[in-house]
């Protein structure tokens, strides 16, 4: 009888991470995206350099320039200057690396704490489920912005390193219920209780067996949760609860420069522009990988 | 490939013009990885009062054929020759003279009951439903006239049965209803898909006897499509036999099942297990055995409740007792519901007793610290039913079967792999398969697998929760045979949980029969099998088909009998009472 079926296997074969990434790169919008952000990130870091290795722009954000004009967009200063004659470019950069820096933390971290918080509730049940989703209620309850806000005011020693983390402290409940459901139903699957059946313990059941199963989830939620955190981080920046001078973000561009809108626009447009470009790419890419992760959800290409 | 029509032409019988009719039908579905052809020509007729088997293994095509006549296929299908249902062309027909056709001209019984009724809705609006839309009654006429349905097909107290959900009703009385709405509009030809695959053997009798007294009373046409032989046998007149796309072979029934031409269908109907032919364990094993060591597995009137929020608990097993002896295999048979699997989940340590006793290899389980209960877990192999599910997707085989070494830490990578390559050997798998993942692999590579993980502690106990029922009949019959022959070679006691009584025939030693959680009957195979002292046990036995068309008839009637003797009525379709 095997011969009929072998048949099968000569065909390509394809594991499931291959065919994730297939179905991924076959999304026009989130191969744009990538490149987008791959684009932005690579300015970002390379024009003015991190810490003490320099970049290839000959300005840096610190220093006051010569005023040409009234400090519009010029050769010389392609995204203008401010008020007192700083380089906007070079200043814009700083921003975009900080703001990237904080969205990817506070993702790594939420996502964590999130996954493992969900996974604990959701594999054992019972007193544990009640005590880890009565603090996920108790989280989701409190308008986030405020505790953002006290939370950010009390980090602000750290600088933005403190900000990321209480960031991350607070936006993990969203992932955190969704894993929980994740596993809930992962964890009655025949190949879990043959797990249990052949004597695994419970942690290694957790992270070997449940959660690599529910890892499409998790990429998704991860991904937008960078994108939430953004959003998060110039909210918080602009309102003056966020990163602190001498530190500087988008949000705390925009906030600084908000005055000068009528008359200096593009103080208020380029951070804007590169906050809707990062935001954008990211929910894209998050959107590509859920399509790549639930082909059920896909549209027939006939 | 060319299909054989045995048919010799004295003995074609045509009542009329078909009232189904396939010609040069091909079907081609465009997917991600380019086309691929589920049916390649296939030509066929149903003619009224006629059953006509379509019989193949999952993906030869044979849903994909039936659904076309339909209109149902998805939308990236491409359909090319004539499907015609009575005088209508179904291709030329746009989506109202589609959704005319269906329920008036063609009907369709689905496999699954459950999932074929909405559960929201009660049985009378899912009846009603067809009859307004073909316009045929309204209002408290469709209601009355959906009682009159639901006792024709034989269900009592249709007034009341109106009122309730789907999930009120047995899965027998649900296929009922869903072949009550089939024939609501009175179709020309009814479509029935695996209509019994879900149902118990005593439930599928049942059914198939309303099915056979629908086309004698009603005329109706049915294309029945199934992989069980015996289904065939004891219903269709006409048997049409598909290979990957393609009609191999097509005949009468008995021409067809007797004397097959084609050699797949023959391989085909070598595969079926065949109640009382089972000669397939020696009895001597087990003998040699017994009695050296403590028995595998002692159940003392084991008691297990599942507990409910706020309703008193369910005893899904009420007072068993039974013994697995070392290098025994026990068969334990039953119907859905009768607790098999809820015991086999026990003696896996999973499932915790409300009384009485499991003991495993000579340990209590209750008394076990969880270090003990680890150690004791070693000695235990499982396969589960669904070999799809019991492997973790993200695994690739040769991980699968080494996850218990690494889970109890048993020599290095090197002699891991060695031994995983030993177990692919002897569940004749290819090595090249270490690095593949389940999904690349067929059903019946995954159950072998499946078994290789469980050996792979050489365990002394095997619990085996219908291992082969997920399985098209020819990859179950080689499933089995490795299965006998690794018993014999590694020597393990074995637990085998099934429903199918033939299959238990072939490889038990001793076989336990239960019902509603409660032991009927237990003995020697030949015993329990061949003289049933229990009327439950003969009932199960006297349902259980046979691929051969004048046997079956034959056990029919002995059946109608039986049951008449038991004061039981025989299922058929009430018409004009």
């Known amino acids: 009888m095997t011969d009929a079926e072998t048949v099968a296997i000569e065909e390509k074969s394809y594991s499931q991470g291959q065919l994730v990434r297939r179905r991924f790169f076959r999304h026009k919008g989130a191969i744009v995206a990538m490149v987008v952000l791959a684009v932005v990130v690579l300015v970002a870091f390379t024009s003015i350099g991190i810490g003490p290795i320099p970049g290839w722009w000959d300005k840096n954000p610190f220093s006051q320039y ?30 975009t690396q900080k703001s990237i820096i904080i969205a990817l933390g506070v993702g790594l971290i939420s996502t964590l704490i999130g996954t493992v918080i969900g996974a604990f509730a959701g594999y054992y049940r019972g007193w544990v489920e009640s005590a880890l989703m009565r603090l996920t209620d108790l989280l989701i309850v409190i308008p986030l912005l405020v505790l953002a806000a006290v939370l950010g005011k009390i980090a602000s020693p750290w600088g933005i390193w403190g900000l990321t983390l209480m960031l991350g402290l607070v936006t993990w409940t969203g992932l955190a219920r969704l894993v929980r459901g994740e596993v809930l139903s992962l964890r009655e699957r025949d190949f879990v209780v043959a797990a249990t059946a052949v004597g695994t313990g419970a942690r290694r059941i957790i992270f070997k067996h449940v959660l690599p199963n529910a890892v499409g989830t998790i990429i998704v939620s991860a991904t937008l949760a960078i994108s939430a955190a953004i959003l998060l981080e110039t909210s918080l920046s602009f309102l003056g609860f966020g990163v602190q001078p001498p530190d500087t973000s988008l949000g705390r561009l925009i906030s600084d420069y908000q005055t000068a809108f009528t008359t200096r626009p593009w103080l208020f447009w380029w951070p804007g522009l590169m906050i809707l470009a990062i935001a954008l790419s990211v929910n894209f890419i998050g959107d590509g990988l859920r399509d790549a992760f639930d082909p059920r959800q896909n549209r027939t290409k006939a | 490939m060319t299909s054989l029509d045995i048919t010799s032409s004295s003995d074609v019988v045509t009542p009329g013009d078909a009232v189904l009719s396939f010609t040069d039908l091909e079907v081609t579905f465009g997917t991600e990885f380019g086309d691929v052809h589920a049916v390649k020509g296939v030509s066929l007729e149903v003619h009224p009062g006629e059953v006509v088997a379509l019989v193949g293994e999952s993906g030869s095509g044979k849903s994909v054929t039936s ?68 316009g045929i009654a309204y209002g408290s006429q469709a209601m009355a006239r959906a009682a009159e349905l639901l006792r024709m097909v034989g269900i009592p107290e249709p007034e009341r049965r109106l009122k309730q959900y789907p999930h009120e009703l047995s ?54 499509i199934t992989h069980n032989m015996g289904v065939v046998a004891d219903m269709a007149d006409r048997v049409a036999v598909m290979l990957k796309g393609d009609l191999v072979e097509t005949g009468t029934a008995e021409q067809v099942l007797t ?23 020696s009895d001597v094993a087990a003998a040699e055995h017994a009695g050296t060591r403590s028995p595998a597995l002692v159940l003392d009137n084991l008691v297990i409740e599942y507990h409910r929020l706020g309703r008193r608990p369910f005893r899904a097993v009420d007072d068993v007792s039974f013994t697995v002896d070392q290098g025994e295999i026990v ?24 009384a009485g006793g499991v003991n495993i290899l000579g340990e209590d389980f209750a008394a076990l610290n969880r270090k003990q ?14 070999p799809a599910a019991s492997i973790n997707p993200r695994f690739p085989v040769g991980e699968a079967v080494a996850e218990p070494l690494v889970v109890h830490q048993v020599g290095d990578q090197k002699s891991r792999q060695k031994r995983v390559m030993e177990l692919l050997d002897a569940v004749e798998l290819p090595r090249s398969f270490y690095n593949r993942y389940p999904h690349e692999l067929s059903g019946g590579q995954r159950q072998r697998v499946s078994i290789a993980r469980a050996l792979t502690l050489e365990p002394e106990l095997l619990v085996a929760d219908e291992p082969t029922s997920a399985l098209d009949v020819s990859v179950q019959a080689s499933v089995l045979e490795l299965f006998t022959s690794l018993q014999q070679q590694f020597g393990f006691a074995c637990l085998f949980v099934s429903h199918d009584l033939a299959v238990i025939d072939m490889l038990a030693h001793k076989v336990v029969v239960l019902q509603n959680g409660r032991i009927v009957e237990q003995g020697d195979r030949d015993t329990v099998l061949r003289n049933p002292r229990e009327d439950y046990t003969k009932r199960l036995l006297a349902a259980a088909p046979v691929p051969d068309p004048l046997e079956q008839k034959q056990r029919r009637d002995d059946r109608h009998r039986l049951l008449a003797e038991l004061g039981d009525e025989v299922v058929e379709l009430r018409v004009g009472d």
């Open chain 1, 66 to 95: 010569e005023k040409i004009g009234t400090g519009a967009p010029t050769w010389a200063h392609p995204f203008g200057q401010d008020t007192i004659g700083k380089d906007y470019f070079a200043l814009v950069m700083l921003g």
């Open chain 2, 67 to 134: 659904t076309t006549a339909l209109g149902l296929l998805p939308g990236n299908a491409r359909v090319s020759g004539t499907v015609r249902v009575g005088d209508k062309v179904v291709g030329d027909l746009d989506q109202a003279g589609l959704r005319k056709m269906r329920g008036n001209d063609i009907a369709m019984v689905f496999q699954e009951p459950m999932t074929a009724l909405n559960p929201v809705l009660t049985i009378g609006d899912q009846l009603t439903e067809a009859l307004q839309l073909h």
């Open chain 2, 171 to 224: 899965g027998g009385q649900r296929q009922r209803v869903v072949i009550a709405m089939a024939i609501s509009c009175d179709p020309k030809v009814i479509v029935a898909d695996e209509p019994t695959t879900a149902l118990d053997v005593t439930v599928q009798a049942d059914i198939l006897d309303l099915l056979r007294s629908l086309k004698d009373k009603l005329d109706t046409g049915i294309l029945l």
């Open chain 2, 259 to 281: 004397d097959p031409q084609h050699e797949y269908t023959r391989r085909l109907l070598g595969a079926v297990p065949h109640l009382g032919a089972g000669a397939g364990q």
């Open chain 2, 331 to 354: 068969g334990l048979v039953g119907e859905s519901g009768s607790g098999k699997s809820t015991i086999g989940k026990c003696a896996l340590g999973l499932i915790p007793a409300v």
């Open chain 2, 373 to 386: 209960l680890k150690a004791l877990r070693r000695r235990i192999g499982v396969v589960f039913q669904d």
